[in-house]
């Protein structure tokens, strides 16, 4: 099965610096993932995906990276504000059958000082 | 609020007992999944269902553990015999047919004493 590592597991910055997160995943196959920030006591929000068939893709200060040959991708957030604190997970998915399984890293609590 | 919903949001159990938990999916999505999440963890699927179809299931969840979408729209996931081991967060997601994007509800957080 699919299995994904996720890096660091906390990350601490100040407000206005870059914030990167890693995950690699194991499976060729997976073709979709997806980023997730969950604040405290929240449901987990989608803030960004990317597609097998994309490099690159970016929305405002965020921005997603894939290499797929080595098998890892990429969450970059900069300028990073105290509002961005949270657990950020990565996921990776493959189509099984119709399926569209996911597998989570076990995520990065991002703090950003004021 | 046209999102996912889960109810309860919150349950207290003794061990030994059952619980049921209710997923309400967003209405036009066919796929509905369910997930368990512990502190510091990611969401670890369960049990994934398209229309009412349930077409996969963790090898990891037990057998106290059965999941419904009867009429392929809301969701029953139940636990039978709950042990201090279940305590957890039930997260219940739904996608639609046309693309793999899953849009999470908030959770029904368990305590089994």
């Known amino acids: 099965g699919e299995n994904v590592e996720q890096h660091p597991s906390t990350l601490s910055v100040q407000e206005g610096d870059s914030a990167v997160i890693k995950c690699t995943y194991s499976?060729?196959?997976?073709?979709?993932f997806p980023w997730y920030k969950q604040e405290l006591g929240k449901r987990p929000q989608l803030i960004i995906d990317?597609?097998?068939?994309?490099g690159e893709k970016k929305d405002q200060r965020i921005a997603v990276t894939l290499n797929k040959t080595a098998k890892h991708f990429s969450l970059h957030i900069t300028e990073t504000q105290p509002e961005d604190s949270a657990v950020y997970f990565c996921a990776a998915i493959a189509r099984s059958g119709g399926s569209y399984i996911p597998t989570f890293g076990r995520g990065t609590s991002l703090i950003v000082h004021p | 609020d046209t999102g996912v919903s889960q109810d309860p949001r919150h349950k207290i159990t003794k061990r030994g007992q059952n619980v049921t938990f209710r997923c309400d999916p967003i209405?036009?999505?066919?796929?509905l999944y369910w997930y368990r999440q512990t502190l510091g963890q990611g969401p670890e699927f369960l049990t994934y269902?398209?229309?009412?179809?349930?077409?996969?299931k963790s090898r990891l969840l037990s057998d106290r553990f059965s999941a419904e979408r009867p009429k392929g729209s809301f969701s029953t996931l139940e636990i039978q015999r709950t042990e201090q081991g279940d305590s957890a967060m039930y997260l219940c997601?739904?996608?639609?047919?046309?693309?793999?994007?899953?849009?999470f509800g908030p959770g029904t957080r368990l305590l089994v004493l």
């Open positions: 269902f398209q229309n009412e179809a349930q077409l996969e």
């Open positions: 997601a739904s996608s639609s047919g046309s693309t793999e994007t899953q849009y």
């Open positions: 990317i597609r097998s068939n994309v």
């Open positions: 499976d060729s196959a997976s073709n979709y």
């Open positions: 209405s036009e999505h066919n796929r």
